[in-house]
């Protein structure tokens, strides 16, 4: 039971709650105009790795201040200080031992991107405030870290792909970009169920 929990939120994150493309979360010019798609996909490992190592500390913070008082004041630092330590942790013992200089330095360069990313915070918050238990924690914050990297991918390949289409001289490069992102978060915000105003 519950690893269908875990599988159905990682799937309902990653898919439903992109947080591009549905929470207008952690997209930046570093992420709009990446270079290359590696380049996208070790962003968006560092920050599913963030998200997914982060996620068990807000778990258990979540369990240990379930019904205090002053657990609104206390989880924000708990959690930045569980996060500063995961980052502290990768960036110290794990990212030295990778045997491949190219990936190790650009590893380096996104992880600070992807540890103070808001896609990092917005996916705890939103756990909290749906009060996901453990395996939904883990589960949502594994999706988020997929759907920020597909949602990269989605970017870098769209812009590939609208650079050689026939769009009008006014609308080329970041406009059509901002138009294409637009009408994609509008069919998930439909997927979400919510209904636009009319």
Do not use: C
């Not at 998200?51 to 008082?69: C, I, K, M, P």
């Amino acid at each position: 039971m519950h690893i269908y929990i875990f599988l159905a939120t990682a799937v309902t994150a990653l898919a439903v709650e992109n947080p591009i493309f549905a929470r207008a979360l952690g997209l930046g010019r570093d992420t709009m105009f990446m270079k290359t798609p590696m380049s996208g996909i070790l962003l968006g490992g560092a920050l599913t790795w963030m998200t997914t190592v982060s996620s068990l500390f807000v778990a258990l913070f979540n369990f240990a201040l379930a019904g205090t008082s002053h657990a609104a004041i206390t989880r924000p630092l708990l959690y930045l200080a569980g996060v500063a330590l995961v980052y502290a942790i990768t960036a110290k013992e794990l990212l030295p031992r990778i045997k491949l200089p190219d990936y190790r330095r650009k590893l380096q360069e996104a992880l600070p991107v992807a540890t103070f990313n808001t896609a990092l915070f917005g996916a705890f918050y939103i756990s909290v405030t749906q009060n996901f238990g453990a395996f939904q924690t883990v589960g949502y914050a594994l999706g988020t870290g997929a759907g920020y990297t597909v949602a990269i991918l989605a970017i870098y390949f769209a812009r590939k792909r609208l650079s050689v289409s026939p769009v009008p001289r006014s609308f080329r490069g970041l406009p059509i970009l901002l138009v294409y992102l637009g009408l994609i978060s509008l069919a998930l915000y439909g997927l979400i169920g919510r209904v636009l105003p009319t």
